[in-house]
């Protein structure tokens, strides 16, 4: 007798800030984003992530008061061509 599996998909709506959130808490753990979310949904939760995600929203809004203290009168393009010019193959 033959046994024949189905895999269900499950899809939900996030908004961009949370499916950053969560991509940035995976890849902490070095998990993919499926992989993650399945952990979270069948297992303990687990108060690293917790302590990740106090970390993570430390380190982003630093470099965002630090973004907003800062200006540069150079283009995207200007600085785009910096970079690639000084990049070492």
Same mark, same amino acid.
């Given at each position: 007798?033959?046994?024949?599996?189905?895999?269900?998909? @499950?899809?939900?709506? *996030?908004?961009?800030?949370?499916?950053?959130?969560?991509?940035?808490?995976?890849? @902490?753990?070095?998990?993919?984003?499926?992989?993650?979310?399945?952990?979270?949904?069948?297992?303990?939760?687990?108060?690293?992530?917790?302590?990740?995600? *106090?970390?993570?929203?430390? @380190?982003?809004?630093?470099?965002?008061?630090?973004?907003?203290?800062?200006?540069?009168?150079?283009?995207?393009?200007?600085?785009?061509?910096? *970079?690639?010019?000084?990049?070492?193959?």
């Amino acid at each position: 007798m033959q046994y024949f599996y189905y895999m269900s998909r @499950l899809s939900i709506e *996030v908004s961009s800030e949370q499916h950053q959130k969560i991509k940035a808490l995976a890849a @902490l753990q070095g998990l993919s984003l499926e992989d993650y979310i399945l952990d979270k949904l069948l297992n303990t939760k687990d108060l690293k992530d917790e302590d990740a995600m *106090v970390e993570l929203e430390k @380190l982003l809004l630093e470099r965002i008061s630090q973004a907003k203290k800062s200006s540069s009168s150079k283009s995207l393009q200007e600085i785009t061509d910096s *970079v690639i010019a000084n990049q070492k193959y």
